[in-house]
């Protein structure tokens, strides 16, 4: 099936689509339509243009640029000219001067059977190594944090564009009609907030769910004070007035949203706490992730929720390190300064957690069609700041993937010899956006949707598939 040009959903297929998600709002806010769609209709309105590799997707995104040359991207050259200028003119967008070569402080080993170079602070991921894509040639266009995660996660760099995974629920909806479509799990929300899972012009309710608070992630989730039949009588009754105040007003995807989401609310009360209760994994389990050490608890039990959410169906789960961990003063891996304290203390607090994840899901037989991506905004230099810093760099750096249809224990692509330009197979955002949509089964090219009289999608005019990195 192929989208029209211009795609327009009927207010039956809205509903449906606005039950695979809803917004940053609380239970209190959430109440549902009586005719919307049961949980059986939560199958994809639209088909995928092609078979998908992968059914859904987990994103550790690393908010604040981790440095390439220190963790995946091993520099010989960069070792041993260390102190000594770059040996070539920098581009002309920089924030600061940074100076000469900073080697990194750190070794790297080849590990499993493919040989990928770690760096020795990521041991447990290293055990991984057959199961990533490394790719090393990343490229974006912003070189500050506000418009290069705008860019990663919607595309767009200083407009407000659809986010990835609101694109992702627009094409394919979500396979739990019960649970959120989209979740994003953030204890200390970044600073760019809410537009980096927003979904801008399209459906209101396509926006990703915020969680901050990892013991009650959904506030007010029980109702003691009626039954669940005094609950479905209330809501009828809240339906009919509600359909009265929409037919006098022009159509709002906001007061559709708000109408349908009432419904998804109302069976959240009884999937959502089970959903969210990692407490109920077994002990190996929670250690497995970190649970028992409080420098990975937190993102342990981040990376634990996202699991449990993606094995019932949840379309997208994004996991934001933003948390200041025991061991560290720095709240992103921004490293200006203290390279050498705060890059080993964030590493520390996501290394198991991360590996615990692969591991899990992989033991559960849920890696082989479930994509998880790791990485941040852009990269660092390869040139001190101060004595002890890197400085924000867009012009080459690293991300991996594993599992969801990418080619395990494969490098892709290569920086130069100093790991500032990529040189080799460059992957532009758009580029790595145009793949992900085609692991998940959806031509990135014919996903669209027409506003303000063009149309939209999340790589725009750009983005070509890298074949490279699919199995």
């Known amino acids: 099936m192929e989208f029209p040009r211009t795609h327009t959903l009927s207010r039956r297929q809205m509903l449906g689509r606005f039950a695979s998600g809803f917004g940053m709002l609380g239970l209190a806010d959430l109440m549902a339509a009586s005719d919307a769609p049961s949980a059986s209709s939560a199958a994809p309105l639209l088909q995928a243009h092609h078979a998908a590799r992968a059914k859904r997707i987990i994103f550790l995104f690393m908010s604040g640029g981790p ?27 920089e924030r600061t001067k940074t100076g000469n070569l900073l080697g990194s402080p750190w070794q790297f080993q080849k590990h499993g059977q493919s040989g990928t170079e770690i760096s020795e602070l990521l041991p447990h991921l290293s055990t991984c ?23 990663m996660n919607t595309g767009e760099q200083a407009f407000s564009r659809p986010s990835m995974g609101s694109w992702l629920l627009y094409g394919l909806g979500s396979e739990n009609a019960s649970l959120p479509g989209y979740v994003v799990i953030s204890p200390a929300q970044p600073a760019q907030g809410a537009p980096l899972w927003s979904s801008s012009f399209l459906p209101a309710s396509l926006q990703g769910t915020l969680v901050q608070d990892l013991t009650h992630p959904v506030a007010n989730l029980g109702n003691a ?78 990376c634990l929720m996202a699991r449990r959410l ?10 934001y390190h933003t948390a200041t961990s025991k061991r560290s003063s720095c709240q992103l891996w921004d490293q ?61 750096f690293t991300m991996w993937m594993a599992g969801g249809g990418i080619k395990a ?59 490279g990195i699919l199995a």
């Not at 033991?363 to 101060?386: H, I, K, M, Y």
């Open 409 to 467: 224990g494969h490098v892709h692509g290569a920086t130069d010899e100093f790991g500032w330009h990529a040189v080799e197979d460059r992957v532009h955002v758009h580029d790595l956006h145009a793949t992900i949509l085609h692991l998940m089964g959806l031509d990135h090219t014919r996903l669209r949707y027409r506003y303000a009289g063009r149309d939209y999608r999340l790589t725009d005019v750009h983005g070509n598939l890298v074949k």
């Open 225 to 302: 004070r009626m039954s669940s039949i005094a609950q479905r009588a209330q809501l009828d009754f809240l339906m009919a007035q509600n359909r009265l105040h929409e037919a006098q007003r022009a159509a709002d995807s906001r007061l559709e949203a708000r109408i349908a989401s009432f419904e998804l609310a109302f069976r959240m009360q009884t999937e959502a706490p089970e959903a969210f209760g990692v407490d109920q994994e077994s002990e190996a389990t929670q250690k497995l992730y970190g649970l028992d050490d409080p420098v990975t608890a937190t993102f342990g039990k981040q």
């Open 310 to 319: 993606a094995e019932r169906g949840v379309r997208m789960v994004q996991v």
């Open 67 to 93: 440095s390439h040359v220190d963790l995946f991207d091993p520099k010989p050259a960069l070792a041993a000219r260390n102190g000594q200028p770059l040996p070539f003119a920098k581009p002309k967008l």
């Open 336 to 396: 200006h300064s203290k390279l050498r304290e705060e890059l080993p203390n964030n590493c520390a607090a996501t290394d198991k957690p991360i590996a615990g994840l692969l591991k899990d899901l992989k033991s559960r037989g849920l890696l082989d069609d479930t994509l998880v991506l790791w990485g941040g905004e852009f990269g660092r230099t390869p040139t001190a700041e101060g004595g002890d810093g890197r400085e924000h760099h867009p012009f080459g």
């Open 129 to 151: 190594a057959d199961d990533l894509c490394v790719v090393r040639s990343m490229v974006a266009d912003n070189i500050n944090h506000n418009g290069a995660c705008l860019q």
